[in-house]
Structure formats: structure tokens, C-alpha cells
T-cell receptor, first 116, second 109 residues
Framework: GAGVSQSPSNKVTEKGKDVELRCDPI?????LYWYRQSLGQGLEFLIY????????KSGLPSDRFSAERTGGSVSTLTIQRTQQEDSAVYLC??????????????FGPGTRLTVL | AQRVTQPEKLLSVFKGAPVELKCNYS??????LFWYVQYSRQRLQLLLR??SRESIKGFTADLNKGETSFHLKKPFAQEEDSAMYYC???????????FGKGMKLTVNP
């Protein structure tokens, strides 16, 4: 079946502009995650959604970052007033629930964000 | 605090040689450990997880709680194993993955 999809695949923006990144999880997956992959920093957790529960926002680096998940499916990560240090690949992942635990996380192809 | 350390950034071997990709972790409870792999121009994908105790593509990894390690091993590397490898940890009661910074494996012909 279709995997996790993300759009756009590449985004170039100017410093100070707002950007929106989209994630379509695997159908039926109730858990959705956002990670950031920066040069020299590896993969960093940003935010986690599970069903109708309050999201775990503990990884968001500043209040310029926010995310929504509408209807328990599609998610949008928004970065306001982008800075050059926001340049990175933003990865989305989704997983199902097995025995009350989230199962394997399946990753999307990522959105490469470049802030000029 | 949860931390995953992959001490080597690069490893280059010849085809047929054994490989060991090191991973050490810091976590006070009982973690779940994973190895993820990213082949060139492909998305990040799960290679194996310690609770499965299985061998995938000839790779194995054993969780050593005494040494807090989860090293990935393969006795005979193949050129198609060339990729970025990430070790990751999930703490009990947590849903997020904490990743190491990754290691690039190159298997030369």
C-alpha cells in the first residue's frame, strides 16, 4: 500500500517568511511523528500525535514551530518567521498501535527546507 | 536523560569483510533499541529491533544491558549494505525515538 507521503519535497524560502509542511500518514495509522534531520545533529524529535490525545510537543525548538493534525490524519508543521538555522530535512513518520504500544515507525521521504 | 551515541561517523570496508557498527546508549530504565537504515536516495527504514531477535539482511544486534550497547554486526558485508545507519532508543512509556547521529558505511568492491 501507499507509504507516508510528504509535500513539498523541497522548499526554499527567505528568512522571516512562514512555511507549511504537509504529511499524509499511512491509512489507519493513529500515531504521527515529526522529526528534523540537520547536518551534524542527526535526527531530532519534534512532536508526536496519538489519536485524540493532546500532542507531545516536547521536542519543538521554539514557539515559532507548531503542528496540527486534522481529522486524525493529515498533519501540517508550520514554521513562522523562518531562520537560517531552520534549514534541515523535516521527516514525518506514522505507526499503528499494537498491544497498547506504538508499533514500527514508517518514515516519509522528507521535506528539504532551505532558508536563505 | 536519554542519549544514543554512535562513536564512528564513517566506516569503510571491502566486500566480504565483517562489519560492526557501534551503538551505546544512556537510559536508566528498560529501553527498546532499534537500527534504522537509509540507502542512497531512499527513505529511512527500520532494519531491526532488539525485541524481535531476528536477523535482517544478515545483520544482527544484541542488546547488552551491562555495557549499555546495541552494536550492529554482519559477518560478510556486501556492496548493497552501503548506507547511513542510525541507532535509536525508545524509553518505556515514551513514544518518541531518540536517534544517534548516524554512521555512513561504505562497502567497496
Amino acid at each position: 500500500g501507499a507509504g507516508v507521503s510528504q509535500s513539498p519535497s523541497n522548499k526554499v524560502t527567505e528568512k522571516g517568511k512562514d512555511v507549511e509542511l504537509r504529511c499524509d500518514p499511512i491509512s489507519g495509522h493513529t500515531a504521527l511523528y515529526w522529526y528534523r534531520q540537520s547536518l551534524g545533529q542527526g535526527l531530532e524529535f519534534l512532536i508526536y500525535f496519538q489519536g485524540n490525545s493532546a500532542p507531545d510537543k516536547s521536542g519543538l525548538p521554539s514557539d515559532r514551530f507548531s503542528a496540527e493534525r486534522t481529522g486524525g490524519s493529515v498533519s501540517t508543521l508550520t514554521i513562522q518567521r523562518t531562520q537560517q538555522e531552520d534549514s534541515a530535512v523535516y521527516l514525518c513518520a506514522s505507526s499503528s498501535i499494537y498491544r497498547d504500544l506504538t508499533d514500527t515507525q514508517y518514515f516519509g521521504p522528507g521535506t528539504r527546507l532551505t532558508v536563505l | 536523560a536519554q542519549r544514543v551515541t554512535q562513536p564512528e561517523k564513517l566506516l569503510s570496508v571491502f566486500k566480504g569483510a565483517p562489519v560492526e557498527l557501534k551503538c551505546n546508549y544512556s537510559y536508566s530504565g528498560s529501553p527498546e533499541l532499534f537500527w534504522y537504515v537509509q540507502y542512497s536516495r531512499q527513505r529511512l527504514q527500520l532494519l531491526l529491533r532488539h525485541i524481535s531477535r531476528e536477523s535482517i539482511k544478515g545483520f544482527t544486534a544484541d542488546l547488552n544491558k551491562g555495557e549499555t550497547s546495541f552494536h550492529l554486526k554482519k559477518p560478510f558485508a556486501q556492496e548493497e549494505d552501503s548506507a547511513m545507519y542510525y541507532c535509536a532508543l525508545r524509553g518505556s512509556g515514551s513514544e518518541k525515538l531518540v536517534f544517534g547521529k548516524g554512521m555512513k558505511l561504505t562497502v567497496n568492491p
